[in-house]
Structure formats: structure tokens, C-alpha cells
């Protein structure tokens, strides 16, 4: 006699060795960690779900957090630093952002070096209530420059689900690759985000993942969250893709 139920696996056993490209660890500089020991607490965390590899990816807004590299890589040094007198030596941490697509986004880039995950992959983000009105031309500036855009979180813009993918298929066109928050599969977001993040993955336009962790709560959820068969082994390439695509990032 077949089971009615269908067999249930722990997302946290597909995280071991992983490289979290997207997440607000670096202290006190944007809504992330508060301070050194809230930092210290996540990766103490991360670690009890086998991530041990970070790229820090503080927000860049001009309104709210007009980082800079040199903000970031301050805190990145003051983290680093905690990490080595914690005796944490098996941590590898580098910073990149997370940058808000908005009216001062085409000024950095004129301007300055974007902090990158890897080479010339920059991620990049929108506002949640609509896109920018100069999207196409951002994306077009940011190739000429010889980067490439990883968006964030695409599940999350809700603008974009009335369409189902038309609009997604068209970011990639432009080529965008897309950055999919873990916690979206488990419905964290809400059913809609979760529903367009199912599709995304299963019309396979996930490249890579990240946690977008902000604090223990997110960590705490991924370490009970328990996924489908069929999810968990869709999901375990993309992790092998992100890892295979930014664990050079801590040697260069």
C-alpha cells in the first residue's frame, strides 16, 4: 500500500559548505546586524546549518543607506577582526552590496568601482511598490560598464507577478540572472511570493540563492524548514551553481 504522504526533506541539508551571496551581516551600517555581537550570533548560527562562507551584502540607498565602499569595508574589517579574536578562523567573509536601482544608482556607477559578488557580477535591486522608470536604461548602462546584474529577490516584486513570467522573461533577455531568497520556498514572504517562487524555479530561471538574512528569526526558520522531494533536489544544483560561481571570490 503507497503512503499518502509524501516524503518531507530538511532544507538545511542542502546548505552545508554553501556560499550565502546575499545577506546583512556586516555591523551596524544598514537593517541588518546591530552591532559586532549580532553579527557574531548569525554566523554562529550559519554555522550550525553548515554555512561558513559569506558575502556580506550591505544596502546602498541613497535616502536610507548611502554606503559607500569605504563604510563597508570598515565594517567588513571590524568583523574580521572580531572573527579572528573569537578564535572563528574557518570564516570566509568578503563585502560586496546590494544596490537600490534608484535615481542615484547611475551616479555610481559613473562615479566609482561597484562592489561586486564575484568579477563583474553586481546585485542589484528594486523598490517594492514599483520599478524604476528608467529600468531598461539602468540595465543597459550597467552592461555598458561591463557589468552584470544579478537581481535580487525577483519573486518579491509583486508588480511583475499580474504578468506571470512575461516580464521575467524579458529581465533575462536583458540580462539580467536572478538571485532567489531561500526563505521565499517556505512562504515567509506570504503564499504569493512563495507561489511565484515555485515558478521561477520550476521554469528554471533561478541561477542562484541567497539567505537575504537580517536577523536569528530568518536563520531559526531555514533550520526546521522542510521541503518536497521534488523541490530539495531542484534546489541542489542552483546551490552547487552559486557555490562553483563564488567560493574564487575569497581567493581573489
Known amino acids: 500500500m503507497f503512503s499518502i504522504f509524501k516524503k518531507k526533506f530538511f532544507l538545511q541539508d542542502l546548505l552545508e559548505g554553501a556560499v550565502d551571496i546575499h545577506n546583512h551581516i556586516l555591523p551596524g551600517i544598514d537593517d541588518g546586524a546591530s552591532e559586532i555581537k549580532d553579527s557574531l550570533a548569525l554566523i554562529d548560527k550559519f554555522g550550525e546549518l553548515g554555512v561558513k562562507n559569506f558575502i556580506a551584502t550591505p544596502h546602498v540607498m541613497n535616502d536610507y543607506y548611502p554606503n559607500t565602499p569605504e563604510t563597508i569595508n570598515n565594517a567588513l574589517s571590524k568583523l574580521k577582526e572580531a572573527l579572528h579574536n573569537s578564535g572563528k578562523n574557518d570564516i570566509n567573509i568578503k563585502a560586496a552590496a546590494e544596490y537600490m536601482m534608484d535615481h542615484s544608482f547611475m551616479e555610481l556607477m559613473e562615479n566609482e568601482d561597484l562592489l561586486c559578488l564575484n568579477q563583474n557580477l553586481v546585485l542589484v535591486e528594486m523598490s517594492y511598490f514599483q520599478p524604476p522608470i528608467n529600468l531598461n ?3 543597459f548602462k550597467l552592461q555598458t560598464k561591463k557589468y552584470k546584474p544579478v537581481l535580487a529577490h525577483p519573486e518579491r516584486y509583486a508588480y511583475f507577478h499580474s504578468k506571470k513570467l512575461e516580464k ?3 529581465l533575462k533577455q536583458r540580462g539580467c540572472s536572478f538571485q532567489l531568497n531561500i526563505l521565499s520556498l517556505i512562504g515567509h514572504y506570504g503564499s504569493n511570493i512563495q507561489e ?7 521554469n528554471d530561471m533561478i541561477d542562484f540563492i541567497g539567505s537575504d538574512t537580517h536577523q ?3 536563520l531559526e526558520k531555514l533550520s526546521t524548514a522542510k521541503i518536497s522531494e521534488k523541490r530539495f533536489n531542484t534546489l541542489k544544483p542552483i546551490i ?3 557555490k ?3 567560493m574564487p571570490a575569497f581567493s581573489s
Request: hydrophobic share 50%; glycine share 0%; no cysteine.
Open 137 to 139: 536604461e539602468i540595465l
Open 168 to 170: 521575467y522573461h524579458e
Open 196 to 202: 511565484v517562487a515555485l515558478m521561477l524555479l520550476d
Open 216 to 218: 536569528l528569526r530568518h
Open 240 to 242: 552547487e551553481n552559486t
Open 244 to 246: 562553483h560561481a563564488f
